[in-house]
């Protein structure tokens, strides 16, 4: 069954082409947005604004270390620079300059970090982006956004660009289906509850939010009903809302296309354990690599499916019993 | 008409500039029980040249304005000469110095952007300088204000990869209003760059990645002024100044010496020798 489909939702296409159109409307908009690519502006889609807007436009290679310093250079010179490329080369190659030039230096750059998760599927592990909010976690100034479909991937890249201060940005390959409307609100930091629920709360980010919207249909045929919240924004963390959750539904599930250590769901249970303990469950990948395969075979392998969120679901439903 | 924003000095008082620009560094790394002295002290001449005799464009009560010319401490553990440079060139008062590297002082160990007005980048893990340069260039063409960049590396510096990802993108950029003044000074933390990691042929280095690059005693601070015009001139490439220069300049004990690299003078009778050589010239 294809992602969202039980929800639901329609079909749109991939989330990077989103992001393609998006930039190109703000750099229409603003003629202090440039654009950085690290030679792949053809997967990333920056290709579109390279193509509108050649003079803003900047290769600089197959060198990010150098593509992020040059883009926090530009910031200096009080421009708003987009700095492009897969989440796994900008951040394993340029993780210094990320830390010095814009995080530290707390400089006004965005970063789009592309092919986040495992979902670009047949290229395998070395172009995966499966550690990438993790690492960016460690970049205490940086802004982390994970959209969840084209309406909000659209607000989040204008919502970024007025932000004063580093944005991290991921993108990932797959088509997310829409599953909001186009007036939807989309406020850095304040998360989106996508549906609503009593029972238990189901907190995911990228495409888990749909994976979640069909769990939550599945659970609705046996009378459960789950809340699901769209976290699209990782940093700074919505702790009212996850509060909230925990303490109205009494039980947590967290499903993300991330590793699980250091990812969304650690984030989560830090909130949690603090404010309101109740029992949680974690979809997301183990401590391993993915292989390259088709994404729907990758997704059922490494249990990031509806199914593996609804099974979660059922077992912190019984916790929630048995500590009732 | 726009007033000249470039201060520029007789002899004997740029002289007198680097002399206390080094007891200013020896004071402010031995208070703070640490910082990089030597590093600081071949690098002297070269900034002095830069700041203070009509080479550098800027204006200390207006830190950011937006045409000044910019210079980029890449080898960010020369923070001590920088914040020493800055407070000499009245960006803020001399009697920060004296709080380098203490908790909650905007003097930190290595450079912060943000933390002192006058420090362009954050620098510290070597070899992003230029790159940050290259951007300020490619910002400005695109602002459309009219500003070069200066950027003061180190040779031990010279052995990152970025450096020679920067130096090909500021060559296929044209970026001649970019200018790196390479301090060389033959010493790395372990020991003798050439035995350590040797950079020779450095000149052809630099030219065949398309760099018109220059030579100069980097401690006669005329001849620096002089190379740096010179080098203004060029067109449509970026230049390098290779600045020929002695780890630890103006303390005998501390010259040539690479196991200073990250030290201070603790001892008072060193400190009070050290002092007296660099008053005595």
Redesign the interface.
Known sequence: MRLGERAGLKESKPLRDIFGDALLEVVENNPKVVVLDGDLGNSTKTELTRKAFPERSFNIGIAESNLVCIGAGMAGAGLIPWITSFSSFLLCNGYDQIRLSVAISNLNAKILGSHGGITLGKDGPTQMGIEDLALVGGLPTVVILVPSDPVTMHKAVKAATDHVGPVWLRSSRIAMPYIYPQDQEFIIGKAITTREGNDLTIIANGMMVAAALDAAVALQEDGIQARVIDLHTLRPIDREAITKAAKETGAIVTAEEHLLHGGMGSNVARVVAENCPVPMRFVGLADTYVESGDPDDLLEKYHLTSSDIEAKAREVLAAKGETA | MEKDETTKLPQEELTEIAKILRLDILKATTRAGSGHLSSSFSSVELLTALFFNGILRYRPDEPLW?KRD?FIMSKGHAAPLLYAVLAKAGYFPKEELWRLREAGSPVQGHP???KMPGV??????L??GI??????????R??G?KYRVYVLIGDGECQA??IW??A??ASHFKTHELMVILDYNKFQEMGPVSREMGLEPLIDKWQSFGWYTAEVDGHDIGAVTKKIHSLQEIKDQPTILVAHTVKGKGVSFVEQDYTWHGRAIKDPEQYKAAEKEILCG
Do not use: D
């Not at chain 2, 362009?120 to 893990?125: D, L, P, R, V």
């Not at chain 2, 340069?133 to 400005?140: A, M, S, V």
């Open positions: 937006p910019r912060i952007l943000g362009e980048a954050t620098t510290g893990s070899g992003q790159s940050l340069g290259i951007g300020h260039i490619l910002g400005g695109i602002t204000k990869g970025q990802e920067s090909m993108a």
